[in-house]
C-alpha cells in the first residue's frame, strides 16, 4: 500500500494525523517516537506539520540542520532520535499558503534529502486536518501507515472519521486510534474526571473497523514537560506517562509488524 517509492534504509514510514488541530497530535507524535525508540528501535522523527511545526519546542532544539553535502541535510539529534523539522528549514509564517505541489516538493525534500541513515521507523508529524495538502502529504509519502490522534468528545471525533477516511482513500492501512486528553486526575484529591468525556475515541474505533492503541491522560506533566522542551518520554522513562506512551508504541509496532520489538524478542529456552 506504498504510496511513493520507498526510502532506502527506512523500513516503515508512519503517519501521526489528526483530523483537527489541537488534540495533542505533536505531544503525541514525539513521545510515542521516543517509545519506540526506548524499545530498542531506531527511530527518525519528521515535522511535517506545515502549518504549526513544533518538534523544535517540543525537543528543546533550536539552529539550522548541517549540511553534509550538496542537497543532503544531517538531522538534529533529539534525545537520541534523529528529528527533522520543517521549523527548521522555514520561517514559521511562510508556509500557511502553500498549494498542493508546493507542500509535495517540501515533503519530498524531507524525506530524500535527509541523512536518515538505517531506520526501523521514521514517524511523520503531520499537518493536521483532511485538506488538500494533507491529502497531497499523505500520496507523495511512501507510508507503512497511519495513527490518528482524537481527544474523546464528538466535535473531535467528526474530524477524526474523516481521517481515517483520507488514508483509506490513498490505500494507507490505519495502525490505530490514540485517544488524548482522556481521564484527568486531580493532583489534590485523586479524583478522576473526565473533562471531554471518555471511551469516545475507543468506541469510534470499534465503529470504523479500526484498531484502538490505548488512552493518553489529560495531565499537567505531559504539558509542562512539552512547554519545556523535555518530552516526558525521555526525562522521565520510567515514570507513569512514559509506561502509557510505552504500551501504545508497543501495540503500534505490533500492529505495523505482526511481531514484537527487538527488546521483547521472544526468549531461546535451552532445556
Ligand atoms: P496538536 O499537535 O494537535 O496541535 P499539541 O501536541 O501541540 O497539539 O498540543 C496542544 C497542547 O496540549 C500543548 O500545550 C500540549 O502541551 C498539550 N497537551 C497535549 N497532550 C496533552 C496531555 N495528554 N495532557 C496535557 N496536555 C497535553
Known sequence: PRTGPALPGVR???????????????TTACNLALALAAQG?????????????SVPKLFGLSGKPKVIEERLLAPMDGYGIKVMSIGFLIEPETAM?????????????MLREVAWGELDI??????????????????????????????????????????????????????GVIEN??????????????IFGHGGAR???????????GEIPLDMTIRETSDSGRPVVAVDPDGPHAKVYRGIAAQLWANLTGGPAPRAAPRIVIE
Open 12 to 26: 516503515h514510514i508512519v503517519a501521526v494525523a489528526s483530523g483537527k488541530g489541537g488534540v495533542g497530535k505533536s
Open 122 to 175: 521514521l514517524v511523520v508529524d503531520m499537518p493536521p486536518g483532511t485538506g488538500d495538502a494533507q491529502l497531497t502529504m499523505a500520496q507523495a509519502t511512501p507510508l507503512s501507515g497511519a495513527v490518528i490522534v482524537s481527544t474523546p468528545q464528538d466535535l473531535a471525533l467528526i474530524d477524526a472519521r474523516r481521517g481515517v477516511t483520507m488514508f483509506r482513500k490513498v490505500s494507507v492501512p490505519i495502525l
Open 203 to 213: 468506541d469510534e474505533a470499534a465503529r470504523l473497523d479500526v484498531p484502538f492503541l
Open 41 to 53: 528501535l531506531k527511530v527518525g522523527l519528521l515535522d511535517a506539520d506545515i502549518y504549526g511545526p
Open 97 to 109: 499558503i502553500w498549494r498542493g505541489p508546493m507542500v509535495q516538493s517540501a515533503i519530498t525534500q
Open 181 to 194: 486528553m482522556a481521564t484527568f486526575i486531580c493532583p489534590n484529591c485523586g479524583h478522576a474526571s473526565h
